[in-house]
Nanobody, 126 residues
Framework: QVQLAESGGDLVQPGGSLTLSCATS????????VAWFRQAPGKEREAVSC????????YYLDSVKGRFTISKDAKKKMVYLQMNSLKRDDTALYYC???????????????????WGQGTQVTVSS
């Protein structure tokens, strides 16, 4: 069974940077895509970014393009989300999730993901 654990959430000022980490188990990164989702209070969960295991394309939510970068280190079994130029609207609980499907047309759909972490809180505030 795939296990995911997020870390790195914090309180950061607008314009600041933060890197989230997602620790994965076993051979997850060889057979699963991993995505970052977020959910703000009173809002629906939304997909932020996805990195696949055969597809080299990285996918991003339009509002984070140019500010966020997803990456992975297969040896360390880690997936990262580097977040720069943070805005108050980025405040949310961030989750990583894995899917047997590679990132593609339906990467934004939470229903496509089989395993989820517990989340890490990112708060952007002055």
């Amino acid at each position: 069974q795939v296990q995911l654990a997020e870390s790195g959430g914090d309180l950061v000022q607008p314009g600041g940077s933060l890197t989230l980490s997602c620790a994965t188990s076993g051979d997850t990164l060889d057979y699963y895509s991993v995505a970052w989702f977020r959910q703000a209070p009173g809002k629906e969960r939304e997909a932020v970014s996805c990195i696949g295991y055969t597809d080299p394309t990285k996918y991003y939510l339009d509002s984070v393009k140019g500010r966020f970068t997803i990456s992975k280190d297969a040896k360390k079994k880690m997936v990262y989300l580097q977040m720069n130029s943070l805005k108050r609207d980025d405040t949310a609980l961030y989750y990583c999730a894995s899917s047997v499907l590679d990132c593609g047309t339906y990467w934004r759909s939470a229903a496509e993901y089989d395993y989820w972490g517990q989340g890490t809180q990112v708060t952007v505030s002055s």
